[in-house]
C-alpha cells in the first residue's frame, strides 16, 4: 500500500455535553497547574437542549497537527488546558477497530496521531453561561468515545475535564453534581461525583435570563485568582462556610426541600459576589437588571412566607433562577415579562424557558 492509501483513513466521533450551574460555588484555586479548588462545590447540570456544546473529534495520519474550530473559527489547541487534557486521554487510549476496513489503532498508533476538534455551543460563549464547562467535559466525553478510553476508578474522566476547567468536572454527569476538593497533590480524589439522577426532583423548574451575552470583562480563571491573592472573606468562605453548606445543601437535595435549597443557593451566590467586591481591586459581575432580579425574588419569597423562587448568578450578570414547580414557574415568567417587557423588536423566541424535568 502507498503512503497516500495507507493516509486515506479518518476517524470520528461527536458528543454533546450540556453546561451546569454551581448552588456552591467554586472560586479559588490552590493549584493553578491541576485545577485544584480551594473548596468543594454542587452543581446542577442543565438541559443540554438549551444550554451545551457539540463537539466531533476525528484522527487521520493525514492531519500533520492538532487543531480547533470553536463556534465556526479556529483556534490554538498549544494552550496548557487543551495540551493537558489531549495528553491525558491519548495516554489512555485503547485499541480501536475501524469497522469498514478491520484495521486496528493501536495505543502505539494514538500516540502519532493529530486530532481535529470542532465544537459549537448553542448559546454564549465566555459570557458567565458556563461555557468553558460544558466545552471541556465534551472534549473529553468525545475523546473518550473516540479512542476508546475506559476509567479505571470511577470519576477518572472527571478528573481529566478538571484540568480543561474546574467547573467542567461537573458536567459529565447529569442531575446533581458534588465535586469533591480532594486532598491529594495530584489531585487524583478531586473529581465529580453525581448526587442525585434529574429525574429525583422532578418539580424543580429552571429559568435562564439573559441578562447580556456579552463576553465578560473578568474571566472566573483570572478573577479567582485576584481574589485568592486579596480577599480576606475568601479564605474565611472557603474554610468556614463551604464545608457547612456542603452538607446542608446535600440534604436539601435528597430530601427535595425547596426552602432550605434556596436559602442556601441564594446565600452562596451573595456571598460569592461579595468575595469578588472583597477583592482588591473589585470585581463587578451583577449589573443593575441583575440587583433588580434579586430584590424581585427577595419580595416575592418574604411575601409567600416561604421561598418559592432561588437565584444565583456566576461571573456575570446572567440569572439561573430555580422555581418551586411549574405553576411557580409561569408566575415566575408573567413576573420577569412585566419587570423587564421586551422591546417592540426583540425576537420572543430568543425568550427562553428551561424545563429541568
Ligand atoms: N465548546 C467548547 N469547546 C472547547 N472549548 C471551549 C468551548 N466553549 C468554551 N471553551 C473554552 O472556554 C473559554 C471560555 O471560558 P470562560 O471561563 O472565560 O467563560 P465561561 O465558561 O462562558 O464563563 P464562566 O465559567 O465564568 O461561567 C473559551 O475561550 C474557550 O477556550
Ligand atoms: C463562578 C463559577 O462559574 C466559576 C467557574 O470557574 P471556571 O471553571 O470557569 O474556572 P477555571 O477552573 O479557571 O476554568 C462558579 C462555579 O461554576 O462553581
Not at 43 to 64: G, I
Not at 218 to 242: C, D, F, H, I, N
Not at 243 to 251: D, V
Request: aromatic share 8%; charged share 25%; hydrophobic share 40%.
Amino acid at each position: 500500500m502507498g503512503k497516500e492509501e495507507e493516509d486515506a483513513w479518518v476517524v470520528m466521533k461527536t458528543a454533546r455535553a450540556p453546561s451546569n450551574i454551581a448552588v456552591i460555588k467554586y472560586w479559588g484555586k490552590r493549584d493553578e497547574k491541576l485545577i485544584l479548588p480551594i473548596n468543594s462545590s454542587i452543581s446542577v447540570t442543565l438541559d443540554p437542549e438549551h444550554l451545551s456544546a457539540t463537539t466531533t473529534v476525528a484522527a487521520s495520519p493525514a492531519f500533520e497537527r492538532d487543531r480547533l474550530w470553536l463556534n465556526g473559527k479556529e483556534v490554538s489547541v498549544e494552550g496548557e488546558r487543551y495540551r493537558n487534557c489531549l495528553r491525558e486521554m491519548r495516554a489512555r487510549a485503547t485499541d480501536v477497530v475501524i469497522e469498514s476496513s478491520g484495521k486496528v489503532i493501536t495505543k502505539e498508533v494514538w500516540s502519532t496521531l493529530h486530532i481535529h476538534i470542532a465544537s459549537e455551543n448553542n448559546f454564549p460563549t465566555a459570557a458567565g453561561l458556563a461555557s468553558s464547562a460544558a466545552g471541556f467535559a465534551c472534549l473529553v466525553y468525545s475523546l473518550a468515545q473516540l479512542m476508546n478510553v475506559k476509567e479505571k476508578y470511577e470519576g477518572e474522566l472527571t478528573a481529566i475535564a478538571r484540568l480543561g476547567s474546574g467547573s467542567a468536572c461537573r458536567s459529565l454527569y447529569g442531575g446533581f453534581v458534588k465535586w469533591n476538593m480532594g486532598q491529594e497533590a495530584d489531585g487524583k480524589d478531586s473529581i465529580a461525583t453525581q448526587l442525585a439522577e434529574q429525574s429525583h426532583w422532578e418539580d424543580l423548574v429552571i429559568i435562564i435570563a439573559v441578562v447580556s451575552s456579552r463576553q465578560k470583562e473578568t474571566s472566573s480563571t483570572s478573577g479567582m485568582q485576584e481574589s485568592v491573592k486579596t480577599s480576606p472573606l475568601l479564605k474565611y468562605r472557603a474554610e468556614e462556610m463551604v464545608p457547612k453548606r456542603i452538607g446542608q445543601m446535600e440534604k436539601a437535595i435528597k430530601s427535595m426541600d425547596f426552602a432550605e435549597f434556596a436559602r442556601i443557593t441564594c446565600a452562596d451566590s451573595n456571598q460569592f459576589h461579595a468575595t469578588c467586591l472583597d477583592t482588591s481591586p473589585p470585581i463587578f459581575y451583577l449589573n443593575d437588571s441583575s440587583r433588580r432580579l434579586i430584590g424581585l425574588v427577595e419580595r416575592w419569597n418574604r411575601h409567600a412566607g416561604e421561598p418559592q423562587v432561588a437565584y444565583t448568578f456566576d461571573a456575570g450578570p446572567n440569572a439561573v433562577m430555580f422555581a418551586k414547580n411549574k405553576e411557580v414557574a409561569v408566575q415566575l415568567l408573567k413576573r420577569l415579562l412585566y419587570q423587564f417587557p421586551p422591546s417592540a423588536e426583540a425576537d420572543l423566541s430568543r425568550y427562553d424557558y428551561l424545563g429541568h424535568s
